[in-house]
């Protein structure tokens, strides 16, 4: 007689943690998922990471939100430019991040705020809420409580959310592009292939090879259903 594999364990455990909440209203359980993230990622960047972006790319990402917080596109590279030659900075007389200008453009909001540290865990927050709707409009309240749950305790996404990598936010546009076009061939309406583009098109401008791999399965779906 075989031995259960651990992913049938995992399913199990799974199953009983569904069904103990099921009872819960779901507005306070989605709640309080949110809320633990979204806090577990702001403290996890202040008090473990610093609030200080250690990598080439996140130090790109804070240098092109700053440019575009004070309103300009690029900043004028300075004397003796060569010494200043940075990761993921272009600089030619101009300087500026070569990477896509999406993340950059939603981070210049917190630098604006002087909270440029609580983006991505309001990013990572969101994205439960999208993940959420995702799976109870696809599956059942039940199938969307459990992705939720797995991706709260996930390092990968905690990790990111309290980082200034463009992941998180990556993560939640494109999450609603999958929604806004599941829920469109749904209910065939316009509106939401509308929003859909929206999201699609804010997921390329920040990341813009997951938005193709996202794009094309979906973009081959919709033609055959044409």
Known sequence: RRRPSWF???????????????????????????FTAGV???????????????????????LQAEIFSQGRLHADSPAYSRFFDVWGMVNNGKLYAWAPPGWPLLLALGVLLQVPWLVNPLMGALTLLSVYALGKLVYNASVAFLAVFFMLFSPFFLLHSASYFAHSSSLLFLSLFVFFCARGIERQTCHDFLWAGLCG??????????????FCPLGAYLLLLA
């Open 8 to 34: 049938t364990h995992v399913g199990l455990r799974g199953n009983l943690i569904t069904s103990q909440i099921s009872g819960w209203s779901d507005r306070f359980v989605l709640s309080g998922f949110v």
């Open 40 to 62: 577990s990622a702001a403290l996890i960047g202040k008090f473990i990471f610093c609030d200080y972006p250690y990598t080439g790319d996140e130090w790109s990402y804070v």
């Open 201 to 214: 098109s804010m997921s390329f401008l920040i990341r813009p090879f997951d938005q193709v791999v996202a």
